[in-house]
């Protein structure tokens, strides 16, 4: 079974926990709260009340060996760099830290963070994106040129096959899937023929600016 640790179990931390013991995994999950601790210990495998700093403790729970341990400690930013730094001594292959600002994620980057994330950054991003582009439902950043997003078909599309479309030779981008609404249905790689509605979502890989393209049309 794959194993995870979660050191931080405020909101965040709490709902890391929480999908990763519905996905099935093992998780080890560490704060100094007690209560937050008694909050988790009802669906993950293991809950500590401890100072995740006691690089000691942090050995005895075995967190160098896990596939990811998510460090989400709040606001003390001296308190997540020291774990983050212990976790990467202890050979954690893959630290994923969270940041409350630019500087604090510099520094857990240099001090070896695998991942940062600024969750309130990235949700006002997809909040703004949502507000200013209606018809791009979602997205997922690949790398700084592609992305993988979710938009539904706009007006030129409706009606129309995929085939007629021509999605990559066009727009340059991959449709990967469709999440017909109406029948509640997902399809993979669509056919050729397939004609598109307007309760489709569409799943689409490719630049920023092709699927800016895509959209607008």
């Known amino acids: 079974m794959?194993?995870?640790g979660v050191i931080g179990l405020g909101n965040f931390g709490y709902y890391i926990a929480r999908t990763l013991a519905e996905?099935?995994?093992?998780?080890?999950?560490i704060d100094i709260n007690p209560a937050r601790v008694q909050k988790v210990s009802e669906f993950v495998d293991t809950a500590v009340v401890g100072d995740a700093t006691d690089i000691e403790l942090l050995k005895k729970l075995g967190l160098g060996d896990t596939e990811a341990v998510i460090v989400s400690t709040g606001d003390n930013i001296q308190y997540s760099i020291l774990v983050t730094m212990f976790l990467k001594e202890l050979g954690c292959p893959n630290v994923?830290?969270?940041?409350?600002?630019?500087?604090?994620?510099?520094?857990?980057?240099?001090?070896g963070a695998d991942k940062v994330i600024i969750p309130e950054k990235e949700m006002a991003i997809k909040s703004a994106k949502s507000l200013a582009t209606p018809n791009m439902i979602d997205f997922v950043p690949l790398s700084e040129e592609y992305i993988v997003a979710e938009i539904s078909p706009g007006d030129k599309m409706l009606g129309k096959s995929l085939a007629e479309v021509e999605l990559r030779s066009k727009y340059n981008v991959q449709l990967l899937a469709i999440k017909e609404i109406i029948p509640?249905?997902?399809?993979?790689?669509?056919?050729?023929d397939y004609k598109f509605k307007?309760?489709?979502?569409?799943?689409i890989l490719g630049k920023k600016e092709d699927i800016e393209r895509l959209r607008k049309e």
Do not use: N, Q, Y
């Open 2 to 4: 794959r194993r995870f």
């Open 184 to 192: 509640d249905k997902l399809i993979f790689v669509p056919s050729p």
């Open 23 to 29: 996905e099935k995994t093992e998780v080890i999950a």
């Open 96 to 111: 994923v830290a969270k940041a409350i600002s630019e500087e604090h994620a510099r520094v857990l980057e240099r001090i």
């Open 198 to 203: 307007d309760s489709d979502i569409l799943l």
